[in-house]
């Protein structure tokens, strides 16, 4: 099916069975282009939260781009090619193209992460990489070996994904936010139906 505009999602009750509810009561409203950062420390898991996520929304017709902050300097272009010789040579951007796809490469910084996020109207999801700190609503990768604590603002916070119970996680803001949904680390596949399954539902609806 074709899945397409906003979504709300309004006292969500989810569980394999009626013995293991994992929500139990989770209110969120999806926008078309809706804006969702995956956040966490250096090797919590969040890329290979997107990477699984991401064929899931595809089967479902959902366009899903993917920007990542990185905290320090990268190469851009693969050295040796044509652009990545134009810009060393001083060009203050570089595009290639051929009949499926184009990179197009820019020298400068951007003015804003809602610039970057303009350049994907096809767009409707944009899963931000990073971006902690930033307002945009938020699921948050907590893995034991890195961390025991949530550090994001809980206004912003919509899911979490770790392998800590919820009674042994603690929160840089002081309180449990108890109608936040937990999954665990493998539960990625059930995390990306059960949000598929959301969106189906609202779709035949309209």
Known sequence: DNVKGDVSFEHVKFGYNEDRV????????????QKIAIVGPTGAGKTT???????????????TAVIKHDGHEFEADIP?????????????????????????????PAESTEELISLFPEADIILLEGFKHSEYPKIEVIRKANSL?????????????????????????????????????DETEPLAEWICQLWKKKQSSL
């Not at 939260?49 to 366009?63: D, E, H, V």
């Not at 499926?100 to 400068?108: E, L, P």
């Not at 949530?150 to 919509?158: A, E, G, K």
Request: one cysteine or more.
């Open 49 to 63: 939260l997107i990477t699984a996520l991401l064929p899931a929304l595809k089967k479902r017709n959902l366009s």
């Open 22 to 33: 994992i929500i139990h009561d989770f209110s969120a409203q999806a926008k078309a282009g």
């Open 80 to 108: 040796g090619t044509d652009t990545w010789k134009a810009g060393e040579a001083g060009a203050c951007g570089t595009l290639v193209f051929s009949g499926t796809k184009y990179m197009m490469v820019k020298y400068h």
């Open 149 to 185: 604590c949530s550090v994001c603002d809980p206004r912003f916070l919509q899911g979490i994904v770790t392998d800590i119970s919820r009674e042994e996680l603690k929160y840089d803001a002081g309180e449990e936010v108890e109608e936040i949904p937990f999954f665990e680390l």
